[in-house]
């Protein structure tokens, strides 16, 4: 009962915040990228492998590369950030502090690798301070600035296309 409390006021607050949302380019990102957020909920996800891949693919250090990671239920202790609906107000609001750190983190690139919309996730999208969002095409388009549509499954070959469409838009 009261998780579905939780969705509704999540759904009121997520559909409140796009109202107010501006999805537009920021010229600053043109600099170049030097920090990304990640965010996923696939539990397949190799954190590890993807910072190690991006930092190579971006030229930037690993430690500049943040994981955002939705979990159903609670992992335990990890090496990444994590949250779960328990991390929600009734209101719908984010309670965790590192998940709000999270948010509002000015990273140059946000990247969402959920191939499935969840609203968790994209409630933390749609409040993100990030200068440049980035998910697949599968998911709520008036969050992004750039969705890219693979029919491959593989982060690998997401990134690459990913740093090939950058240098296209002359970001990197």
Do not use: C
């Amino acid at each position: 009962m009261f998780q579905g409390l939780k969705n509704k006021a999540l759904a009121k607050r997520y559909n409140k915040t796009l109202i107010s949302h501006e999805n537009k380019f920021n010229p600053e990102i043109s600099r170049g990228v030097e920090t990304i957020g990640i965010l996923t909920d696939d539990l397949e996800f190799d954190v590890t492998k993807n910072v190690k891949e991006l930092a190579s693919l971006f030229n930037i250090k690993e430690k500049n590369i943040s994981v955002l990671f939705f979990a159903k239920n609670e992992l335990g202790e990890k090496d990444f950030l994590y949250f779960t609906a328990k991390n929600l107000d009734w209101k719908g609001k984010l309670k965790s502090e590192a998940v709000n750190q999270f948010i509002y983190y000015p990273f140059d690139v946000l990247i969402n690798y959920s191939k499935m919309n969840n609203p968790y996730l994209n409630m933390v999208v749609v409040s993100a301070k990030a200068k440049f969002k980035v998910g697949y095409e599968s998911l709520d388009n008036r969050l992004y600035h750039f969705m890219l549509s693979l029919q491959i499954n593989s982060e690998t070959t997401f990134n690459k296309e990913l740093v090939r469409y950058l240098k296209i838009l002359k970001i990197l």
